[in-house]
Nanobody, 120 residues
Framework: QVQLLESGGGLVQPGGSLRLSCAAS????????MGWHRQTPGKQRELVAT???????VYADSAKGRFTISRDNAKNTVYLQMNSLKPEDTAVYYC??????????????WGQGTQVTVSS
């Protein structure tokens, strides 16, 4: 069974940094695009950044210049380095990935979410 496990969230002061990690585990043949989304209460989940298996990245305007997405294909892991954090970055951050399991059809998978709180 394929799972995505996030880590690295927490409480940070404005201007601070956090690094989120998300590791895919299970019986996996291949992973194409991986990404991060975030959601606050009462709002729709929004894209933060994505990265293809070849390293092509896409960022939301709110993340450009402050966040960096990267991945380690050998470890099936995607990272989100967040710098210059602002209170409006406070949200639950979700990892997602498009995965081809060994014995199942390709599909989109989501992690359980990790809370990021930016507050003094």
């Amino acid at each position: 069974q394929v799972q995505l496990l996030e880590s690295g969230g927490g409480l940070v002061q404005p201007g601070g940094s956090l690094r989120l990690s998300c590791a895919a585990s299970g019986s996996i043949s291949s992973i194409s695009t991986m990404g991060w989304h975030r959601q606050t209460p009462g709002k729709q989940r929004e894209l933060v950044a994505t990265i293809t298996s070849g390293g092509t990245t896409v960022y939301a305007d709110s993340a450009k210049g402050r966040f960096t997405i990267s991945r380690d294909n050998a470890k099936n892991t995607v990272y989100l380095q967040m710098n210059s954090l602002k209170p409006e970055d406070t949200a639950v951050y979700y990892c997602n990935a498009n995965i081809k399991p060994r014995f199942r059809s390709r599909g989109d998978y989501w992690g359980q979410g990790t809370q990021v709180t930016v507050s003094s």
